[in-house]
Nanobody
Framework: QVQVVESGGGLVQAGGSLRLSCAAS????????MGWFRQAPGKEREFVAA????????YYADSVKGRFTISIDDSKNTGNLQMNSLKLEDTAVYFC?????????????????WGQGTQVTVSS
């Protein structure tokens, strides 16, 4: 059974940094996307960032471009989301997802496996 587990969330002041981690287990992944989505209270889940395992192409939402960096360790099926210069509006539950094969990285329906989410709270 595939499991996706996020870690690293927490409370941080505006302008600070957090590093989220994602670990996928239960099968060997090749040719996949690892993506991060977030959902704030009362809002729909939105795309944050994604990376392709082949070629390591990265994709970012405009709202986080230049502040967030996504990476993966393909050999371990793990990934990270480095979040710098955090803003109040970054407060949300952050979800890691893994999608096998080629699909649009920013579309949530293309992902096969999801974690339970980790809370990120940015305070003033």
């Amino acid at each position: 059974q595939v499991q996706v587990v996020e870690s690293g969330g927490g409370l941080v002041q505006a302008g600070g940094s957090l590093r989220l981690s994602c670990a996928a287990s239960g099968r060997t992944f090749s040719n996949y996307n690892m993506g991060w989505f977030r959902q704030a209270p009362g809002k729909e889940r939105e795309f944050v960032a994604a990376i392709r395992s082949i070629g390591l192409n990265t994709y970012y939402a405009d709202s986080v471009k230049g502040r967030f960096t996504i990476s993966i360790d393909d050999s371990k099926n793990t990934g990270n989301l480095q979040m710098n210069s955090l803003k109040l509006e970054d407060t949300a539950v952050y979800f890691c997802a893994v999608g096998v094969g080629y699909h649009l990285a920013y579309v949530s329906s293309g992902y096969d496996y999801w974690g339970q989410g980790t809370q990120v709270t940015v305070s003033s």
